[in-house]
């Protein structure tokens, strides 16, 4: 933050606050927002979450998650209003307006005072107060640092500490990604100590599958995963057939692409689904081979070095052949063994 003094001033008093998160919310979106606002809301001001999209059910237990307000569920002159009479509005766990759809013009044009929390690449410059870093494993985690700068802690419960865990375990695919640093687990085990169940946790978001979701993984994994073993690539596509014949639901593909990172000398791996208004690409990879830039280049998306995500407007097997002829250009980052002769 620039100037935590006038932050603090600006919280000084109560007031009326929107925070918003990105397009289908992740634990670490939601987690960071209902985690942020239930703090606040102890501090005396009034609070909405408004998030663009829905978001997975298995993150509905988080505390605050029934006072939501979803955009595109016919709440946008709601969020208009809540936006209009916001004082200030927070903006958490996305660095560009753009990630927020229609949402995003409308906070652009607010009035309010906007609070940047995030820790994508390349944030946009729209925020006046702004708490930005890449070295951040999770928004969730900048959060409770920030609230400990501003002196907040004592503040924290519980139901705060829950949902703010759920978004550094998450982001940290479980402590097991590079970016699981000391300051991970320092400030997870303050949120311990805040009362956080993280076994309880881990359950509620991990095993709560549906059997249909199951049998979709072992759907994908069988019938949708291809290698590229001459660029250590590999990728599911998925079509909006398969979705509907496993009754997906938002949230069901969620994880997919890292078993295909997960296999012995994978570097980059992705995943190409067939939404119908979109092809919608995650992707991921090991090491050097920067995604972000991958998506940021092609795909018109961003994220992480190691985990980002794009879009194609193209249908799914034009999104295919674009990919696999990208692939040509990375050919000796993604397998330095093999040398083009040209
Ligand atoms: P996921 O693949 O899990 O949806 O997203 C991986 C990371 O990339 C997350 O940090 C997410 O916020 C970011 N991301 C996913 N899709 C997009 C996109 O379309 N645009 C941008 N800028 N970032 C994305
Ligand atoms: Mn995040």
Known sequence: ????????????????????????PDADALGSSLGLALFLKHMGHRVTVITPTDYPKFLTWMKGNDEVVIYNDNNEAKSQTLIDSAEIVFCLDFSSLSRIDDLGERVREATAVKVLIDHHLAPEDFADFMRWSTEAAATAELVYDLIEEIGGEYLVDKDIAECLYAGIMTDTGCFKHPNTTENVFAVSSKLIRKG?????????????????????????????LQILEEYN???????????????????????????????EGIKFAAMIIDRGEAVKMSF???????????????????????????????????????????????????????????
Do not use: C, W
């Not at 932050?7 to 109560?14: A, N, R, S, V």
């Not at 190691?306 to 696999?324: C, D, M, P, V, W």
């Open 196 to 224: 956080a169940d993280t076994a309880k946790v881990s359950k509620l978001i991990y095993d709560s599958n549906t059997v249909d979701r199951i049998k979709f993984i072992g759907f994908a994994l069988s019938e949708r």
């Open 1 to 24: 933050m620039q100037n935590i003094a006038a932050f603090k001033q600006l919280i000084g008093t109560p007031r009326d606050i929107v925070i918003t998160t990105h397009t289908k």
């Open 284 to 342: 991921r990879s090991i090491g050097e081979f920067s995604v972000n830039e991958f998506a940021r280049t092609h795909f018109q998306g961003g994220g992480h070095k190691n985990a980002a995500g794009g879009i194609s407007r193209e249908n799914l097997q034009l999104t295919i052949a674009k990919f696999e002829k990208l692939l040509v250009g990375y050919k000796e980052q993604l397998n330095p063994k093999l040398k083009t002769l040209v």
């Open 233 to 263: 690539t590999a990728f599911f596509a998925i079509s909006e057939e398969d979705l509907k014949s496993f009754h997906s639901r938002t949230g069901d593909t969620e994880g997919l692409v890292n078993y295909a990172l997960s296999i």
